[in-house]
Structure formats: C-alpha cells, structure tokens
C-alpha cells in the first residue's frame, strides 16, 4: 500500500510469502499487517474444515463459498463496525439456495431464519440502530437457514454468551491500572457482533454443538 508496486505471484502466495518475506515488502521494506497472514490461515482451516463435513467436490465448492463470505463478513465488521448489505443480500441468497439442495423444506426450516433474527432485528427497531446495527440480524437470518431451526438456536446461543463474555471482560481490563488498560472500552462502547455470530453458527456446523436437541425431544 505504500509503494504501489505490483506484486508478483510468487509474492502472494497464501502464508509462505509472509514468512519468506519475513512479513515486510519485497520492493519498499514496509512491514506487512498481520492481518493478512492471519486471514488467509483462517480460511485454509475452514477450507479443511468444509472439505471433511461435506461429501461431493460440488458441496464443497458451494460451502467454502459460503464460509468464505462468512469470514469477509466477520473482518469487515471488525474493522469498520458494519456489514455491508451486498454480503448480506449475497448470503441471504446462498442461504435460500441451501434451503433446497436437499428438496423440498420444512416449515420450520423455512421459519427458522425469520424466527431467530427477529430479536437482534427487534433491538435494532427500538434502538433505531442505537443497541445493535440493522446488518447482525440480516446476517442472523441467513445463518437461521443455513443451520436450521434447533441447531441455529444453540449457535445464537453460545453467540449472546461468548459476545457478553467477551463485552464484560474488556470493561473489567478498562477498569485496570493505566498501564494494564484496553484502549477505553466502556460498557457504552460499540462491539462488533458478527464475529460471535460467525463463532455460535462455526461451533454448531463444524463440530456439532447442540444446546437444545435434547430438551425439545423431551418436550
């Protein structure tokens, strides 16, 4: 970014480049974020993985999809605190796409997205965007589907938990000596919630989280 050269293939190589560059540029010796190294590790292992959830090189090309608007989606909230509507409305149609790539869908199945946004969606109506953008329960929406109705449920789940845990950890640290401190974060402060989403809806896809099947059959 800071000499704008063009960068070569042998310089984009996913994590190697970074390490044999020892995380600068070749061409003006600027140091490299982390970021980048970091993201592409994230989705080598989600490409992982997908690729040993799935059974068919054609479900695997269309959930690494997925997966890999699912993490642009978690950077870009991170960063800027937003979820840009094209990956949302992008999502929403690969969710309504998975809907039926097994046939025809439940009516809980079809349920499930509006039912499990309509709270965060609900937080935003009243707080006109004030207590949680309008992007997280659009987002929510399409996890609903993908997920179906129970196991979408555990994932908004563990996402309210981890998202509070997190939340009140970071006021605590701000509570700390100055040296100790995190940078000003208040129980005011504005915390990205795609990416506890993203981690409810990882947990419940990849490695099979369940907190409600059991109580539902009992009842």
């Known amino acids: ?6 960068l070569r293939a042998l310089d984009l190589i996913p994590l190697f480049s970074y390490v044999f560059l020892l995380g600068t540029c070749r061409y003006c010796g600027t140091r490299i974020s982390m970021q980048y190294p970091l993201v592409e590790l994230a989705a080598a292992m989600l490409s992982f993985g997908v ?3 799935v059974q068919t090189p054609l479900m695997y090309a269309f959930w690494f999809f997925v ?3 699912i993490l642009f989606i978690v ?3 991170i960063r800027h605190t937003v979820i840009p509507w094209s990956c949302s409305l992008l999502l929403i149609g ?3 796409v998975s809907l039926f790539l097994s046939g025809m869908p439940s009516f809980a199945a079809l349920l499930s997205g509006p039912l499990l946004a309509l709270p965060l969606l609900a937080l935003s109506f009243f707080s006109r965007g004030r207590w ?3 992007g997280d329960g659009v987002f929510q929406l399409s996890l609903g589907w ?3 109705l129970v196991p979408a449920l555990s994932a908004l789940a563990l996402s309210v938990w981890t998202g509070a845990f997190v939340g009140v950890g ?3 640290v701000s509570q700390l000596p100055w040296k100790y401190r995190s940078r000003g974060f208040t129980i005011q402060s504005e915390l990205p919630f795609a990416p506890f989403l993203a981690l409810g809806a990882l947990l419940v896809y990849f490695f099979h989280v369940d907190l409600f099947s059991t109580y539902f059959l009992l009842w």
């Open 94 to 96: 690969l969710s309504l």
């Open 146 to 148: 993908f997920l179906g």
């Open 51 to 53: 690729f040993t959830a």
């Open 67 to 69: 997966w890999m608007v």
């Open 170 to 172: 970071l006021v605590l």
């Open 132 to 134: 949680m953008g309008w």
């Open 1 to 6: 970014m800071r000499c704008g050269h063009t």
């Open 75 to 77: 950077i870009y909230d």
